[in-house]
């Protein structure tokens, strides 16, 4: 009988150290995935995803600053879009009047002060699916016709820095630089895919027509413009078309210098769209 109950004994135990034993398969399976895991570079583009947000309203508005050769020629802001791709179109904004620094402190603010292309970025009422640079005129310089090299330079260098299409790189600017736009394009035409001034004074005559004849340009002025005169866009505008059908005008009836701006936002006109299309 105690033979039996030894014997009963051994084998319970055998029994239960078979039951403990980890299985091969067991084993193998978790291995393997905290090896997967540890092999699995992390990115930092999965925040939004990690957050919840909804990936199309992330985007990134910053302040750049441009040198060549440890010269600083611009402060700038960027505005990136959620997803961009390889290739992207670019739009340059010139500010107006109001973004002048008079004075060392004066920042990239300046830009975003009043209602206009770089506080509608910031502030995500305008989405744009393209980037987005807005420089900002250096102490001292009145208008973008006095530092055109400089510019030319500051255009090429941020297309190769953030990889854009360099057949699509638009400008657009409003009061004193829709002036700017003007003045730049007709100064590097080459370089700009379209061309769209707000509120922008312009001299009609045979080179300007002559330069701007093979370019989409869009116009947009108010009529109760007491600021700078509507009447220059159109009359341009009027010129160009006679050997450009790419050129257009709209007047935006009642609106004044500063309400111009409000094209960038207007879902009937699809201005940013058009600057890429």
């Given at each position: 009988m105690k033979k039996l109950f030894v014997v009963f004994l051994v084998c319970a135990?055998?029994?239960?150290?078979?039951c403990s034993a980890p299985s091969d398969v067991g084993s193998n399976s978790s291995k393997d995935s905290a090896s997967t895991g540890e092999n699995t570079p992390s990115s930092s583009s999965s925040n939004v995803?990690?957050?919840?947000?909804?990936?199309e309203s992330e985007y990134s508005f910053e302040e750049k600053t441009f040198a060549k050769n440890g010269t600083k020629l611009f402060d700038y802001y960027l505005y990136t879009p959620a997803s961009v791709k390889e290739n992207s179109p670019l739009v340059v904004y010139l500010h107006g009047g109001s973004g002048i620094p008079k004075k060392e402190t004066d920042g990239l603010s300046l830009l975003t002060d009043g209602d206009g292309l770089p506080k509608?970025?910031?502030?995500?009422?305008?989405?744009?699916?393209?980037y987005v640079v807005m420089p900002q005129l250096p102490l001292g310089k009145k208008g973008w016709s006095?530092?055109?090299?400089?510019?030319?330079?500051?255009?090429?260098?941020?297309?190769?820095?953030?990889?854009?299409?360099k057949t699509h790189v638009s400008i657009t600017g409003h009061s004193m630089e829709g002036k700017g736009t003007w003045d730049i394009s007709l100064a590097f035409?080459?370089?700009f895919y379209k061309i769209a001034p707000l509120s922008g004074s312009i001299t009609t005559n045979d080179t300007n027509v002559e330069k701007l004849k093979n370019k989409p340009v869009w116009a947009i002025v108010g009529s109760a413009d007491t600021i700078v005169d509507p009447k220059q866009s159109e009359n341009f505008i009027a010129a160009l078309k006679?050997?450009?059908t790419n050129a257009k005008i709209t007047v935006l009836e009642n609106y004044d210098h500063f309400m111009v701006v409000n094209a960038y936002l207007d879902d009937s006109l699809k201005l940013l769209e058009w600057l890429v299309a």
């Open positions: 135990l055998l029994f239960c150290v078979s995803a990690d957050s919840g947000k909804d990936e509608f970025l910031r502030d995500g009422n305008a989405k744009p699916n393209y006095h530092v055109k090299n400089q510019f030319s330079t500051f255009l090429d260098g941020v297309i190769v820095e953030y990889g854009c299409d035409t080459d370089k006679k050997v450009n």
